[in-house]
């Protein structure tokens, strides 16, 4: 005879005392914008001032596309696609290649916008968040985009 024939009132005790102790293992937290901007720091630096002729700073322009919707166009397909040709950032020069930050869901490109928005970017015009949705729909209507073609939106999105 078993223990739990014996003393079945034990053995539905140690049974719920092992599912507790035992839990399911938790999902693992999506990183968050800081944390996903330490990609962006390794060009741009941890304080996104750049480094003046090779990496621009994301600091007023940034502020500035933001506040319009070509600009928004613009910054989401930056992290996306990446860049690939001369920009005019703070009226300095730049001609450099970004890399299309490859493997970040909608939810960490727009989480690391929006640090960039609120955390480094601090002056400028006020910050509108982005959002899932909106970096989704950016996404499927510049499927076709090249980095390159990329750049050539920067002036246009009221970049300067």
Do not use: W
């Not at 005019?88 to 929006?114: F, I, S, W």
């Amino acid at each position: 005879m078993t223990a739990r024939a014996l003393f079945p009132a034990a053995a539905v005790l140690f049974g719920a005392l092992a599912v507790s102790v035992h839990p399911a293992p938790a999902a693992s937290p999506a990183p968050t914008g800081a944390a996903t901007f330490t990609r962006c720091a390794a060009c741009h630096t941890a304080t996104g001032k750049g480094v003046p002729g090779a990496y621009p700073p994301l600091g007023s322009d940034f502020r500035k596309m933001a506040a319009k919707p070509a600009g928004r166009r613009y910054l989401v397909l930056a992290v996306v696609k990446g860049l690939n040709g001369p920009l005019t950032v703070e009226g300095k020069p730049y001609r450099g290649v970004m890399p299309a930050q490859t493997g970040l869901d909608d939810a960490a490109v727009a989480g690391v916008l929006n640090h960039i928005g609120t955390a480094i970017a601090a002056s400028g015009p006020a910050f509108k968040a982005f959002t899932v949705a909106e970096v989704a729909a950016v996404k499927a209507g510049g499927a076709g985009m090249t980095s390159a073609d990329v750049a050539r939106l920067h002036a246009q999105a009221g970049g300067g």
